[in-house]
């Protein structure tokens, strides 16, 4: 049985943040570090002390994390970027509301005294001799500690406090990873048994002494387990100072996910009850286990339970089904067509994540190359008259300010030219659809002329299309195209602003003009003949969709496993190969495009020039890759992690420094082969939309849900009982079929429940040693 951690972390917005930029603003970004490694960072929000982020991450961690911590910065261009407020959770805090964290947050200052990372080495012993007692602590090295000096290092020593005594090691220049290997010896004064404390500094020539991080023992643990080992350096105990809300605060929405995951044929029974409900007649779907499933799944759970429950069908190859359905379901109970999927419901989720995981380089492909020129041109426009600033355009042109007409017009010019560009390659790209979503749209569609047939309704079997595709694909990329990953960076305010409007009037096109001069936003009316025109090629396109023919696929390669040959990651990064001899120039570094695979890194000059791999046959060597970003890094190494998880061979620690003047950099050592002075980091990994399959940890974060259900399906079978009793005694006729059918669903479900909490309180029994060999039974 495998023990998995995971965070999903969401990064919604700042507000009334410090202005650190002369104009009055900032440009604010934030890091995210668990356990001071940094995992993840926002995309820098520009002018602004309110800004709006939205980014979402999944973080799978190691079972024993400590805290997570969030840094709000101002980007700098010239010199640092300015630390504006840091907000930190620990663990304990994380998991005490099982539906996480959902707040604002104030701010607090940073100080540097709790800025502490790295591990320390110790090996105590407690000795006796005719003087008494004696303290022995063997300092033996420490990583990763936090560069305090200009240079990015430290001059790192150890102090030992023991009672009133304490000793101090001797000073290693230059490096965040020193090694002492020195004993210091304190002997007991009389008086109350004294903890031990270990303290780390850098020594400084001018000023104090910066503090680096500390470790205290207890009494008790020196007597009875002394310390060996690597130990967490921490900060002094303070408490962590609140700001008032002077340094502003973030809304965060932090949630803890800890299982345990069962091997695979113990889901299978939970599995079998799904698929059931999908394969069978369309008569069952209201007394299904699915049914009563999405019943019991309260509206801020159904996000991830669409998730896991898409990606379970998509690995077993019964998406199509599965959409069918939840659709089947969904029409059956409108009555109004204008309501049709608009609202959250299981349904409109599974398809919004169908499409994602299914259609992301469909929308890349389609979008990317028209977002690209509005970044890229960063033209001026604006269509509502209260929102104009027509001294802009004054400031860009030497023809004097232009009249609010003009203005428009020009606008108006430059929104049509980008809007028919996304038109043009959204009609255009009828062949580059995947197959599963034109498959899975051709069902929608029959499903909605079926249940509204009337000829005055023909736009629904239309609407019901495009309502997904443009109003919640096309449209929110759109939007936000940072968090659907077709740029790196938020957009300014005023590319946000053209955005916004193209985003407009894409969800106009997607309701074929249905509200056109109904709203509020009348000054959109010079935009309305463009859209009427642009209304007829959506329609012939979404009839082109849905033409045509096969039988439902796997909707996407079923990917259990990182298949060796399937590229994980692939793009350019900077590459030089270890010259010992010399320091890395800024011209060393080659710029290269890489593909990573589940067996090989390998790379060429560009995506279509000749790959170089190594072979493995000549001797190792040391090769230096650089990326542009915090961001990109952590994919890459996310990458890296994911790929070599089932090498046995993988390092367990490494040098982060060169070898260069007969030493490495990082730890001073002389040897080239002497033991790497850092860990290498293997648990922390970044959820992505094109990660492997893994039906095993889908299926218990069903069972989870279903636990959270597990009371009202219990009073779902007495009520329904009792009401078949009182139906029976009133009127001498059994209680009609859906009943039946609910109450076995759900009394199916119960048992199916059981049997798991079984396996999982026999699994808990094994891990503490007392369950018997061969007691589990699958």
Excluded at 154 to 168: I, K
């Amino acid at each position: 049985m495998a023990k998995s951690s995971s965070l999903n972390v969401r990064v919604v917005e700042g507000r009334a943040l410090p202005a650190k930029d002369v104009s009055g603003s900032s440009d604010p970004y934030c890091l995210v570090k668990v356990d001071d490694e940094v995992v993840a960072r926002t995309a820098t929000v520009w002018r602004s002390l309110s800004p709006f982020w939205g980014e979402e991450y999944t973080v799978h961690l190691p079972l024993d994390f400590h805290h997570l911590a969030f840094y709000v910065l101002d980007e700098d261009t010239v010199g640092h970027d300015d630390i504006i407020g840091k907000i930190s959770l620990s663990r304990e805090a994380i998991a005490a509301d099982p539906r996480g964290i959902d707040s604002w947050i104030n701010l607090s200052r940073v100080d540097p005294d709790a800025e502490v990372q790295g591990e320390i080495c110790l090996s105590v012993q407690m000795l006796e001799d005719g003087r008494g007692r004696c303290l022995r602590c063997h300092v033996l090295q420490a990583r990763d500690l936090a560069p305090r000096d200009i240079s990015g290092t430290s001059d790192p020593f150890a102090r030992v406090f023991w009672g009133s005594q304490s000793l101090e090691t001797s000073t290693i220049k230059k490096t965040r990873f020193p090694h002492w290997d020195e004993v210091l010896e304190l002997r007991e004064v009389p008086g109350a048994p004294s903890p031990l404390r270990v303290e780390l500094w850098d020594w400084d020539m001018v000023g104090k002494n910066d503090f680096l991080g500390m470790v205290e023992f207890s009494p008790k643990t020196l007597q009875h387990k002394p310390p060996n080992g690597w130990f967490r350096l921490l900060p002094f105990p303070r408490a962590e100072e609140d700001s008032g809300g002077n340094l502003g605060a973030l809304r965060l929405k932090v949630r803890l996910v800890e299982d345990r995951v069962l091997p695979s044929q113990y889901y299978q029974p939970l599995l079998e009850l799904l698929m059931d409900s999908v394969l069978g007649p369309a008569e069952e779907d209201t007394a299904s286990p699915l049914a009563v499933l999405e019943e019991l799944t309260l509206g801020d759970c159904r996000q991830d339970l669409a998730t896991k429950l898409v990606k379970l069908f998509l690995g077993r190859g019964l998406t199509g089904p599965f959409l069918d359905y939840l659709t089947r379901r969904e029409v059956a109970r409108t009555t109004d067509h204008n309501t049709l999927f608009r609202s959250n419901s299981l349904a409109s989720k599974s398809m919004e994540q169908f499409m994602k995981l299914v259609g992301m380089p469909y929308l890349h492909e389609v979008l990317k190359p028209v977002l690209s020129r509005v970044f890229e041109e960063k033209k001026y426009i604006e269509l509502d008259p209260c929102k104009m600033d027509l001294g802009r355009a004054r400031r860009i042109s030497f023809k004097g300010a232009p009249s609010e007409e003009q203005m428009r017009e020009t606008s108006l010019g430059l929104l049509t030219g980008y809007l028919g560009a996304i038109v043009d390659a959204i009609v255009g790209s009828v062949g580059r659809c995947p197959l599963a979503m034109r498959l899975a749209f051709k069902q929608l569609r029959r499903r909605v002329e079926e249940r509204f047939p009337q000829a005055e309704r023909q736009d629904v079997k239309y609407l019901a299309i495009s309502g997904f595709l443009f109003l919640r694909f096309f449209a929110p990329a759109i939007l936000t195209p940072k968090l659907f990953d077709l740029r790196d960076h938020h957009a300014d305010p005023q590319t946000s602003r053209s955005l916004l409007l193209l985003a407009k009037a894409v969800q106009s096109i997607g309701n074929l003009g249905q509200q056109l001069g109904q709203g509020k936003e009348l000054w959109m009316a010079p935009l309305h003949p463009f859209l009427l025109q642009s209304i007829s090629r959506v329609r012939d396109f979404l009839d082109q969709l849905v033409d045509v023919d096969g039988d439902e696929e796997a909707g996407a390669p079923a990917r259990a496993l990182v298949p060796p040959s399937a590229t994980v990651r692939e793009g350019y990064l900077l590459k030089r190969k270890e010259e010992p001899a010399s320091l890395a120039t800024r011209f060393a570094f080659k710029k290269r495009y890489f593909w990573l695979s589940g067996e090989t890194l390998s790379y060429s000059k560009g995506p279509e020039w000749q790959v170089v791999t190594q072979d493995g046959t000549g001797p190792p060597h040391t090769t230096y890759l650089q990326c542009k970003n915090v961001n990109e890094l952590s994919q890459w190494l996310s990458a890296l992690r994911k790929a070599s998880a089932p090498n046995p061979d993988k390092l367990a620690s490494c040098h982060p420094g060169a070898f260069r003047s007969a030493r490495w950099t990082c730890c001073l050592q002389a040897e080239r082969s002497a033991a790497g002075c850092s860990r290498t980091h293997s648990a922390v990994t970044l959820g992505d939309w094109s990660d492997p399959l893994d039906p095993d940890a889908e299926a218990q974060m069903v069972y989870r849900q279903l636990l959270l259900g597990r009371d009202q399906l219990r009073m779902q079978v007495l009520e329904d009982s009792s009401m078949n009793t009182t139906l029976e005694a009133d009127t001498g006729k059994a209680c009609p079929d859906v009943l039946a059918r609910q109450r076995a669903a759900a009394a199916r479900l119960l048992e199916v429940l059981a049997d798991l909490d079984q396996a999982h309180e026999e699994f808990q029994l094994q891990e503490q040693g007392r369950a018997a060999p061969g007691h589990l039974r699958p």
